[in-house]
């Protein structure tokens, strides 16, 4: 279930909407920033904030943008792999928190609710994470992440945000314009995603989304 419950997500809880319309179809006046959720438009991975993260997320698009809007892929297992070797070691001892309520005031949203944070509170996994079928480690971080375990809750937030700006680099982003149609499988184990800018006002995105739940990382 999707904490989130905009968009009447307690009449679907399996289900979704990823969406610019009201419920008449009609492009909705975004409003100002605080009072909406900003999520989407930040790098993370989908529910590394609850105990059993999604492994696989399937996203469809039922109306898609003619210009921007892309979904944009960022490998944390490339990233990974460019890190030195010091630096790996060390991340590899260490932790990182986990919050719903955290990630909204990242992403500079409207605060969390009581009933949200009920559903989803803070959890704790490595931050470098093995893929269960590769074996593979890459970072396991994003706007979903509070800060590093064990840290000042500052200095371990500010060291997460280098490491997010360091792991989307161009040369480990794929970019993907959306058709009519489009199914998009991704593993969240191995990467962040985030949706590219497009006119809110004036283009029309509507992308149907459901997940697989994952296991517990390590």
């Known amino acids: 279930m999707h904490v989130n419950q905009e968009s009447h997500g307690y009449e679907?809880?399996?289900?979704?909407?990823?969406?610019?319309?009201?419920?008449?179809?009609?492009?909705?006046?975004?409003?100002?920033?605080?009072?909406?959720f900003n999520?989407?438009?930040?790098?993370h991975s989908d529910k590394s904030y609850m105990?059993?993260?999604s492994m696989?997320?399937?996203?469809?698009?039922?109306?898609?943008?003619?210009?921007?809007?892309?979904?944009?892929f960022a490998s944390l297992?490339?990233?990974y792999d460019a890190l030195d070797d010091a630096t790996r070691q060390r991340l590899d001892t260490l932790s990182c928190v986990y919050s719903w309520a955290?990630?909204?005031?990242?992403?500079?949203?409207?605060?969390?609710?009581?009933?949200?944070?009920?559903?989803?509170?803070p959890v704790t996994h490595p931050l470098i994470r093995t893929h269960p079928g590769t074996g593979r480690k890459s970072l396991y971080i994003g706007m979903h992440a509070s800060h590093i375990a064990d840290m000042d809750e500052e200095a371990g937030r500010a060291e997460?945000?280098?490491?997010?700006d360091f792991a989307t680099q161009d040369r480990f982003v794929y970019a993907h314009k959306w058709r009519q149609g489009d199914l998009v499988v991704w593993d969240n184990a191995s990467l962040v995603h985030k949706s590219a800018p497009f006119d809110w006002y004036k283009e029309r995105r509507h992308l149907h989304r459901t997940?697989?739940?994952g296991g517990t990382p390590f």
Do not use: C
């Open 12 to 36: 679907r809880p399996n289900f979704h909407t990823v969406t610019n319309l009201d419920a008449d179809g009609n492009v909705l006046d975004e409003g100002p920033p605080a009072a909406r």
């Open 51 to 53: 105990p059993q993260p």
């Open 77 to 79: 297992t490339a990233a």
């Open 211 to 213: 997940v697989v739940r």
């Open 160 to 164: 997460l945000f280098e490491l997010l």
């Open 39 to 43: 999520g989407t438009r930040t790098w």
């Open 102 to 121: 955290q990630s909204m005031r990242n992403s500079g949203s409207r605060a969390a609710t009581a009933e949200e944070i009920a559903l989803s509170p």
């Open 56 to 72: 696989a997320t399937f996203l469809y698009g039922v109306e898609v943008t003619k210009q921007g809007g892309e979904t944009l």
